[in-house]
T-cell receptor
Framework: EAGVVQSPRYKIIEKKQPVAFWCNPI?????LYWYLQNLGQGPELLIR????????DSQLPKDRFSAERLKGVDSTLKIQPAELGDSAVYLC?????????????FGEGSRLTVL | AQSVTQLDSQVPVFEEAPVELRCNYS??????LFWYVQYPNQGLQLLLK??????LVKSINGFEAEFNKSQTSFHLRKPSVHISDTAEYFC?????????????FGSGTRLSIRP
């Protein structure tokens, strides 16, 4: 069974440029998460989807960040424009549902460097 | 609300020595507790979890953790570490019956094994 797939693995951009990250969750997983992981810190939730609906986006900086999951399968996270402080690893995870009691399946992450 | 504290950002140990990675949590409700592991250049993966029942839980690769409600701790231990255990370990907590989206991660402990 394929795991959570993310791309790109690495991205280097200049500040004020846009960037997008893509995630394909495990087949059959209705719940999809985007996490932010800063260096030396644990993951912090940005947004959670149940199928195509964003049910928790309270931590997503909506002035520059956006996300979509149009068909309830794969998802895209966008930053426009990027700032120096956005340099981090963006993690995608999926689970079998909102009551999965904590087993999240993570992708390898997309490491963003903003110059 | 819940929070997690991992006091040790790095733990160096010699191969075949025992190790303990400390985790303390705070919560006003009963909790589920987790340890996730992140091997170099890989995504996070669930190592073990406590949901209910026996307070001692074990992983398939020799790690164990004990839920101590009175000390609000969930320390991770292994009696004899191997080079392959080199990774970052994240303790995480969610409130009892909360959805997986409410998982709060600690800042991580980097375990480095010396030959």
């Amino acid at each position: 069974e394929a795991g959570v797939v993310q791309s790109p693995r690495y991205k280097i951009i200049e500040k004020k440029q846009p960037v997008a990250f893509w995630c394909n969750p495990i087949s059959g997983h209705n719940t999809l998460y985007w996490y932010l992981q800063n260096l030396g810190q644990g993951p912090e939730l940005l947004i959670r989807y149940e199928n195509e609906e964003a049910v928790d986006d309270s931590q997503l900086p909506k002035d520059r960040f956006s996300a979509e999951r149009l068909k309830g399968v794969d998802s895209t996270l966008k930053i426009q424009p990027a700032e120096l402080g956005d340099s981090a690893v963006y993690l995608c995870a999926s689970s079998s549902g909102p009551r999965s009691t904590g087993e999240l399946f993570f992708g390898e992450g997309s490491r963003l460097t903003v110059l | 609300a819940q929070s997690v504290t991992q006091l040790d950002s790095q733990v160096p140990v010699f191969e075949e020595a025992p190790v303990e990675l400390r985790c303390n949590y705070s919560s006003s409700v009963s909790v589920y507790l987790f340890w996730y592991v992140q091997y170099p250049n890989q995504g996070l993966q669930l190592l073990l979890k406590y949901l209910s029942g026996s307070t001692l839980v074990k992983s398939i690769n020799g790690f164990e953790a004990e839920f101590n409600k009175s000390q609000t701790s969930f320390h991770l231990r292994k009696p004899s570490v191997h080079i392959s255990d080199t990774a970052e370990y994240f303790c995480a907590v969610s409130g009892y019956r909360s959805s997986a989206s409410k998982i709060i991660f600690g800042s991580g402990t980097r375990l480095s094994i010396r030959p």
